[in-house]
Nanobody
Framework: QVQLVESGGGLVQAGGSLRLSCAAS????????MGWFRQAPGKEREFVAR????????YYADFVKGRFTISRDNAKNTVYLEMNTLKPDDTALYSC???????????WGQGTRVTVSS
């Protein structure tokens, strides 16, 4: 089992930046990749970005390409989401998740809230 704790959310004006962190503990040797998801009020959860735990290859949802960057620090077992040029539509609860080698999203954090004001 992997435990995940997010931090770094907050209130920011449109055009601003935030960096989210996700600290992993437990069976991190079972992690194939880490991802960020978000859920806006009244909407379904959607995928944001993913990074391979080893190798570091990344994949992004189209709506964040060029604005968000996912990275990881394996020594700290931490994944980051650098968010730039934020828009009010980016307002959501952001959660990180770990993906197993079976490609299932097995563990989830409690989320950190991001609010972007216009």
């Amino acid at each position: 089992q992997v435990q995940l704790v997010e931090s770094g959310g907050g209130l920011v004006q449109a055009g601003g930046s935030l960096r989210l962190s996700c600290a992993a503990s437990g069976r991190t040797d079972s992690v194939f990749a880490m991802g960020w998801f978000r859920q806006a009020p009244g909407k379904e959860r959607e995928f944001v970005a993913r990074i391979r735990w080893n190798g570091g290859s990344t994949y992004y949802a189209d709506f964040v390409k060029g604005r968000f960057t996912i990275s990881r620090d394996n020594a700290k077992n931490t994944v980051y989401l650098e968010m730039n040029t934020l828009k009010p539509d980016d307002t959501a609860l952001y959660s990180c998740a770990s993906q197993s080698f079976a490609k299932t999203w097995d563990s989830w954090g409690q989320g950190t809230r991001v609010t972007v004001s216009s």
